[in-house]
């Protein structure tokens, strides 16, 4: 059996009038996460773990930000061509774990329904899915509330 480890990072800025989307699910938020698709910052840094993980490139360069093709895309779609990618190169996802760094809002409340969603656009059981969030302490802009940023690791195996 060969597994495979894949590591992403991911950082949007949130402006004023856009929805809230991580991890596929829309957050109640004063503001959203500005970007040229949902900018769903939990989604695409798992995207690029998922394809660093199988030598596949990165999100820029299937998804390209340029193209209007993906102008508000549904980052989930995104995550779900990846995991086709993934499974034609006979590799499934092991586990993931995620890490949301954030001032605002609280993610506790919206965990379960963020795994889940994860879990069922990966393929694996929702014990695969781990989340956790921080804040930054109020350092940089990210402590400013400036923006969100995310960090995620992907196991890949090609056996059973
Ligand atoms: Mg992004």
Known sequence: MRLRIGQGYDVHRLAAGRRLVLGGEEIPFDRGLDGHSDADVLLHALGDALLGAAGLG??????????DRFKDADSAGLVRTIVELVAA?????????LTLI???????????????RVAALLGVGVAEVGLKATTNEGLGAIGRGEGMAAFAVVLLSDGE
Not at 89 to 97: E, I, K, P, S, Y
């Open 58 to 67: 990165d999100l820029g360069e299937h998804f390209p930000p340029g193209d």
């Open 89 to 97: 190169r006979g590799l499934r996802v092991v586990n993931c774990d």
């Open 102 to 116: 954030a001032e605002a809002p609280k993610l506790a409340p919206y965990r379960p329904a963020i795994r889940a």
